[in-house]
């Protein structure tokens, strides 16, 4: 196996499918979004960083690629700091930290839900 058909073997076919015969200029801002992220998910970081994903995305699209963003935190065990306006995506989060007038506002961390 190739190291370009192992890494592509890691992503679900989202990741790379619809791109991979295009340039960047060629695709759509959620196709683009998706490469991102698939990019950014790839070498399996520990940490991934999301600033405003979806701040350039229709509804829908925005939507969808964080659905993909939360999936892959959670498949892969990735931390994720994500930097948001978006109060409901916020809420998603397991621990949200406030930045008001440069001065951050440290929430507590939510309890486990318990099933």
Same mark, same amino acid.
């Given at each position: 196996m190739t190291p370009t058909s192992a890494r592509r073997a890691s992503l679900?076919?989202?990741a790379w499918a619809s791109a991979r015969h295009h340039y960047?200029?060629?695709l759509?801002?959620?196709e683009q979004q998706r490469v991102a992220l698939a =990019?950014?998910?790839a070498p399996n970081p520990?940490?991934?960083i999301a600033d405003e994903p979806t701040g350039n995305l229709d509804?829908?699209?925005g939507a969808e690629i964080i659905e993909l963003l939360?999936?892959?935190h959670e498949q892969r065990g990735t931390t994720l700091v994500l930097v948001t306006h978006d109060a409901a995506l916020a809420a =998603?989060?397991?621990r949200v930290v406030r930045l008001r007038s440069g001065r951050i506002e440290d929430a507590p961390r939510r309890e486990a839900v318990k099933a």
């Open positions: 679900p076919p989202w960047p200029a060629q759509s801002g959620g =990019r950014a998910l520990a940490i991934l509804e829908t699209t939360f999936a892959g =998603r989060c397991d």
